[in-house]
């Protein structure tokens, strides 16, 4: 059996911020291969760039040196490539609900009223039904995320950015929404790649992790999971992801010694 198409390669991409008259390593370089299809996580300490490594994905940051691929294209410091939803991604207070979730289509040029008409399905389907004349402060912090994600999500791209959405919601909500995004996973078949601090969130969620350290920021190490789909939450007590977890941590642990030594 060949090996799935690379949907998003990074080749040789390194960013160095100058920062009073000194050059700061905010990425050693990196290269990444993502198939289509699959979902990947970068976890690592605060600062080793993470959303730094998005920035430049998604075409905001141009790279010191490297490559953006997506389809074997170059589409380095393109813009509107990809689906990204921002670390603190917002939802928009004077907008109802159903207008923040067209609000990403209508940005790529989707008229307002077919944009509705394609979200508000979505809404209803993906656990919003009710809301969708509602403005964001009705809503608690998990709906608030689905409608985000959701956001994202409608603006048709193959490629995903999600910078820890799910950093701010307490234990549970975030453990209904991880089940809630392997769903929208498997319906959407987009490619993911994924940020969080939450170690046992990237294990749960992924097919591969690629660890981060900081000072400078780097990969340091590149795990495959592969746990089988669908998953549901009595995985994580089964022996393999508990040692996957373990070791991920372990890693991350070994990285930021090596930071606080440096
Ligand atoms: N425009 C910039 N100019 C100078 N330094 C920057 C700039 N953007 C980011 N940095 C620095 O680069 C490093 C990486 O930042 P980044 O935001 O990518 O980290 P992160 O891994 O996303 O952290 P967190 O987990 O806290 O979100 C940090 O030390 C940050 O201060
Ligand atoms: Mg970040």
Known sequence: MSAPEPKLVLENLSMVFQTG?????????????????????????????????????????????????????????????VGYMLQKDLLLPWRTVLDNVALGMEISGVPLKEARARALPLIIKYGLSGFEHQYPSSLSGGMRQRAALLRTLLVERDVVLLDEPFGALDAQTKSQMQEWLLQIFADFGRTVVFVTHDVEEAVFLSDEIHVMASRPGRVIETLPIDLPRPRDRAVVSTPRFVAMKKYCLDLLHLGEQEAAAA
Request: proline share 7%.
């Open 21 to 81: 008259g000194k050059e700061f390593v905010a990425l050693e370089p990196a290269d990444l291969v993502v198939p289509a299809g699959k979902f990947i996580s970068l976890i690592g300490p605060s600062g080793c760039g993470k959303s730094t490594l998005f920035n430049i994905i998604a075409g905001l940051q141009a790279p010191t040196t490297g490559r953006v691929l997506i389809d074997g294209q170059d589409f380095t410091g393109y813009i509107g490539q």
